[in-house]
């Protein structure tokens, strides 16, 4: 009974996160069936007063991710819930975190720039969905099930497992280290209308993402030692050569 409630916690979890993942991609794209868009009408509010709006709920965002994923805070966490809903909880926390910024997003008006009904549109569109089909391709090589919680709960019961086992370098994972926060941030910066509100989205995305991987780094580096030293070396961090960093000395 209580592995068939953590199973399920697990799947509505996932399916939340699935749905909102969805949202985030219309949000972006303008699509019309979603509650939401970043440029979704003016809503008249001063500048300076969207702009602390929007920037409080990145930060709120960013804030939660980075907390909730560290090792201390999840040592502390688990004397709370069963370690095999951690991951669920998180992934259910920043979907939620996540909605709560598409909900009450507050659009700027002004272009930046505009390349609807011309040549570049469609060339924008389509590496707009090769940033998340990156992302997407990325979260199975790492392990999909894993890293949405779905595995966890589904072992719910049997001894938790104490993280990444190995240090892994599939496909994408050879050339960059975070091929998924790349993902992100092709998706983020390809699109073919960009108005100041959106800029105010991607910039803070982007500076999040650097923010996010720098702590995960410190943790990977924890957990896998001089494997991760010698990777960080030879593979660079968002873009291919780029990034790398120098071997400590001994
Ligand atoms: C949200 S994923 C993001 C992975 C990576 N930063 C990226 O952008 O593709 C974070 C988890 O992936 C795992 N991870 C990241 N790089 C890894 C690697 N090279 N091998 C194995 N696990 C890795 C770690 O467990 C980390 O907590």
């Given at each position: 009974?209580?592995?068939?409630?953590?199973?399920?916690?697990?799947?509505?979890?996932?399916?939340?996160?699935?749905a909102?993942?969805?949202?985030?991609?219309?949000?972006?794209?303008?699509?019309?069936?979603?509650?939401?868009?970043?440029?979704?009408?003016?809503?008249?509010?001063?500048?300076?007063q969207?702009?602390?709006?929007?920037?409080?709920?990145?930060?709120?965002?960013?804030?939660?991710?980075?907390?909730?994923?560290?090792?201390?805070?999840?040592?502390?966490?688990?004397?709370?819930?069963?370690?095999?809903l951690?991951?669920s909880?998180?992934?259910l926390?920043?979907?939620?975190?996540?909605?709560?910024?598409?909900?009450?997003?507050?659009?700027?008006?002004?272009?930046?720039?505009?390349?609807?009904?011309?040549?570049?549109?469609?060339?924008?569109?389509?590496?707009?969905?090769?940033?998340?089909?990156?992302?997407?391709?990325?979260?199975?090589?790492?392990?999909?099930?894993?890293?949405?919680?779905?595995?966890?709960?589904?072992?719910?019961?049997?001894?938790?497992?104490?993280?990444?086992?190995?240090l892994?370098?599939?496909?994408?994972?050879?050339?960059?280290?975070?091929?998924?926060?790349l993902?992100?941030?092709?998706?983020?910066?390809?699109?073919?209308?960009?108005s100041?509100?959106?800029?105010?989205?991607?910039?803070?995305?982007?500076?999040?993402?650097?923010?996010?991987?720098?702590?995960?780094?410190?943790?990977?580096?924890?957990?896998?030692?001089?494997?991760?030293?010698?990777?960080?070396?030879?593979?660079?961090?968002?873009?291919?050569?780029?990034?790398?960093?120098?071997?400590?000395?001994?």
């Amino acid at each position: 009974m209580q592995r068939t409630l953590a199973v399920a916690y697990g799947l509505v979890a996932y399916l939340i996160f699935f749905a909102t993942f969805l949202w985030l991609v219309a949000f972006l794209a303008g699509l019309p069936f979603v509650p939401t868009t970043v440029d979704d009408g003016v809503n008249g509010q001063p500048l300076a007063q969207a702009m602390v709006v929007d920037l409080a709920l990145i930060a709120l965002f960013g804030l939660q991710h980075s907390v909730m994923a560290r090792p201390r805070f999840k040592a502390a966490w688990t004397r709370i819930v069963p370690s095999s809903l951690e991951r669920s909880t998180y992934v259910l926390a920043a979907s939620l975190m996540l909605a709560l910024l598409l909900w009450f997003w507050h659009p700027i008006e002004g272009t930046v720039w505009d390349v609807r009904g011309t040549a570049a549109e469609p060339v924008l569109w389509t590496v707009f969905a090769i940033g998340w089909a990156v992302l997407f391709i990325s979260t199975w090589l790492i392990n999909h099930f894993e890293l949405f919680g779905l595995k966890q709960s589904w072992n719910h019961g049997r001894p938790a497992d104490p993280g990444p086992a190995k240090l892994r370098e599939p496909m994408f994972y050879r050339y960059v280290r975070h091929p998924l926060y790349l993902g992100f941030s092709i998706a983020f910066w390809s699109v073919p209308f960009m108005s100041i509100g959106h800029l105010l989205f991607v910039i803070g995305m982007q500076v999040y993402i650097l923010i996010g991987i720098a702590h995960e780094e410190r943790d990977l580096r924890a957990h896998f030692g001089s494997a991760y030293d010698d990777y960080s070396a030879r593979v660079g961090k968002l873009l291919p050569g780029i990034g790398r960093r120098a071997r400590p000395t001994a």
